[in-house]
Nanobody, 128 residues
């Protein structure tokens, strides 16, 4: 089992950047593929990015491709989401999620259903 806690959200102007962090508990973090999702008010939670257990493969949503980078540091039990060129439509609560998977990830990682553990989220607000 793993617990994840997001941080790094805040209020930022359009065009700015943020780096979100997701800290995971436990010694088995390396066994988990990780994902980031977001949920804007009145909308469903949507996929942003995912990364395999060793960082060897990543998947991105088309809506953020080119502006977002997901990475992880297994020594620190942390996964990151760097978001550049922020837009007002990026405003949402960003959630980190974990699924036990050792191996490469695929587009299936964009589905909420494959994740077993979720954090409480961190708010990102982008002003125009």
């Amino acid at each position: 089992q793993v617990q994840v806690v997001e941080s790094g959200g805040g209020l930022v102007q359009a065009g700015g950047s943020l780096r979100l962090s997701c800290a995971a508990s436990g010694r088995t973090f390396v066994r988990y593929a990780m994902g980031w999702f977001r949920q804007a008010p009145g909308k469903e939670r949507e996929f942003v990015a995912a990364i395999s257990w060793n960082g060897g493969s990543t998947v991105y949503a088309d809506s953020v491709k080119g502006r977002v980078t997901i990475s992880r540091d297994n020594a620190k039990n942390t996964v990151y989401l760097q978001i550049n060129s922020l837009k007002p439509e990026d405003t949402a609560v960003y959630y980190c999620a974990a699924r036990q998977l050792i191996g490469p990830i695929s587009s299936r990682s964009s589905s909420r259903d494959v994740y077993d553990y979720w954090g409480q989220g961190t708010q990102v607000t982008v002003s125009s």
